[in-house]
């Protein structure tokens, strides 16, 4: 009997996965480091739950979801036992109160306002919200994020914040498939990493550097990504975005 393109796409992402990990474990050990020291993020923006799931039987145990409607919505059907959260788009203000204490992690930070906002949230559910704060490395025009000329004093600003702490850094550098380039972004980025991790500031500790996508995880592990954050490559291509 032929397959149905439902239990197709699960064995799909059955393979993928096993590929990628051992494609993080592969890119790991190239460069002389410790493949534990590299966690794989399941992207799941507009997938459906049924291949999250799948994908979270197979032992991921990390997603990253775009949008806070979204992952509301798709939550109560997804097995989140165990499982660490992280929202990892751009977060606007006004979402910041329906996202607080929902998950984990809310990465891509990208603004001294919008920290101030989970910090004023979390203080009102009594918790402390984990973030990352987003470091637009390429400088570029259309993405969001701290400069890397200014995110050095800005997390001074950022650590005196109640309510929030900052476990690291994450970025989403210019799309280029020379992977010589990539490899200067990605160094820049983990320079940006050691060095506020070195200040020693109350409230940072640089845990976390999420970088590296579908395409160029591979660099961004060379380079020192400690968190590689993967879509495409697990679920197959998105209908949007
Ligand atoms: C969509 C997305 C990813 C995953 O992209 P792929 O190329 O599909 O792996 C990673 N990070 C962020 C912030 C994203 O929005």
Do not use: W
Request: charged share 25%; hydrophobic share 40%.
């Amino acid at each position: 009997m032929e397959k149905s393109l439902t239990d197709k796409r699960l064995s799909d992402i059955e393979e993928n996965y096993k590929e990628l990990s051992e494609g993080i474990t592969a890119a790991a050990i190239k460069c002389g480091r410790n493949p534990s020291d590299v966690r794989f993020m399941a992207v799941t923006k507009t997938v459906d739950s049924i291949y999250i799931n799948h994908a979270l039987s197979l032992g991921l145990d990390l997603i990253g979801e775009n949008r806070v409607q979204e992952f509301l919505l798709k939550k109560d059907e997804l097995n989140l036992a165990g499982v660490e959260k992280h929202l990892i788009g751009h977060l606007q203000t006004n979402k910041v109160k329906q996202i607080v204490g929902e998950v984990d992690y809310i990465d891509g930070v990208d603004s001294l306002k919008v920290a101030k906002e989970i910090g004023k949230a979390s203080l009102k559910k009594g918790i402390i919200t984990n973030i990352l704060l987003e470091v637009n490395i390429g400088g570029e025009e259309s993405k969001f994020g701290f400069t890397p000329e200014s995110i050095g004093e800005t997390v001074y600003e950022i650590a005196e914040i109640e309510g929030i702490q900052v476990k690291g850094l994450m970025a989403i550098p210019p799309i280029c498939d020379d992977s010589v380039k990539n490899r200067i972004f990605f160094e820049n980025m983990h320079r940006l990493f050691i060095d506020i991790g070195a200040k020693k500031i109350d409230n940072v500790s640089m845990d976390i550097l999420s970088m590296g996508m579908s395409g160029d995880y591979q660099d961004a592990v060379a380079s020192g990504s400690t968190m590689v954050r993967i879509g495409s490559a697990l679920f197959g291509a998105r209908n949007y975005r």
